[in-house]
């Protein structure tokens, strides 16, 4: 699989590069563009102030031109929280996107998306205080309104982004069982 993987409001950190390593060691080829353009944060405050400064439309313009060369074939979409948004609003207006994987985020689903059978699947914490199961129930129903083949894998009690082992959030058992599922939904693509 071809799979783009943008980072979250933290930067192009050293997990996001360890992550696109264990795809590749499975035999994906994996992008990882830096829409940070080499600014990382230490905190999600100062995280959020990159993004802020950079601004929401600047960030979709920045990873539509990373993908751009590369979309032709039929891309898989995927990122960490922020760029989880940035993934999903890239895959719904790509019809050529052969899959999505969510880790840690979603965003708003536009009202006329439609995406015919895309196999989305997302991995958020239980509970999230960025991803509430109001909020999760309507995003549900909303992508599956769109024609997405949706799954969401939930983790009991670990930290928003538990993916990173360089951040407080991490959990180890609830991380690999993440990256277990996501292989498994990459390698059936």
Do not use: C
């Not at 009202?111 to 909020?135: I, T």
């Not at 991490?170 to 390698?187: K, P, V």
């Amino acid at each position: 699989m071809d799979i783009v993987l943008f980072h979250s409001v933290y930067g192009l950190r050293p997990a996001v590069h360890a992550a696109a390593d264990r795809l590749r060691a499975a035999g994906h080829q994996v992008r990882v563009p830096d829409l940070y353009e080499g600014q990382t944060a230490d905190t999600v405050e100062e995280g959020r102030a990159i993004r802020d400064r950079i601004g929401w439309e600047e960030l979709v313009r920045r990873a539509v031109a990373a993908v751009a060369p590369h979309a032709d074939g039929g891309l898989v979409y995927a990122g960490f929280s922020m760029g989880a948004a940035l993934a999903q609003t890239l895959a719904v207006a790509d019809g050529k996107a052969r899959g999505l994987l969510l880790l840690h985020g979603t965003y708003d689903v536009p009202e006329d998306a439609s995406v015919d059978g895309l196999p989305v699947r997302l991995h958020v914490a239980d509970p999230d205080p960025f991803e509430p199961d109001d909020w999760l129930n309507t995003w549900y129903l909303e992508m599956g309104r769109a024609g997405a083949d949706v799954e969401v894998h939930r983790y009991r009690g670990a930290g928003h982004l538990y993916t990173d082992p360089g951040l407080a959030d991490y959990d180890e058992e609830a991380a690999e069982r993440t990256w277990e599922a996501s292989l498994e939904f990459l390698g059936g693509l």
